[in-house]
């Protein structure tokens, strides 16, 4: 990561941003989970936990909807209230919850059925 600073470039790295190498994927441990849970209400980019860790996207959404590593939630939890107290009342500790892409059969068609009888009604 750059910093740009009055026409300067220092290179500056946060080090939270370790990054993994992509090719040494290695499987992620209950350890891993507590700081993807962290990370998480922290509202850390998925794209950087990805990078960070060296893994599938949908590793990280097995651990949020706890299909993987039950209980490091609650680990987290009381590691996050330890690490962060300000921020306790403000987090939402709830699972990942999945939003269904398709629109149901029955919606759409009903959707549009008033805006055919007034254009019927108008002729």
Known sequence: MFA????RVAHAQAPE???ADPTGRRPLGEADAVDIWIARWLRVRRKELVARYGCDPRRLYEIWEEKR????????RALFAERYPSLVDRIDYGLHRRVPRGVPDK???GLFDSIEMLGRAKR
């Open 107 to 109: 919606l759409q068609p």
């Open 17 to 19: 941003t370790v990054v």
């Open 69 to 76: 590593l039950a209980g490091s939630r609650d680990k987290a």
């Open 4 to 7: 740009f600073s009055q026409g």
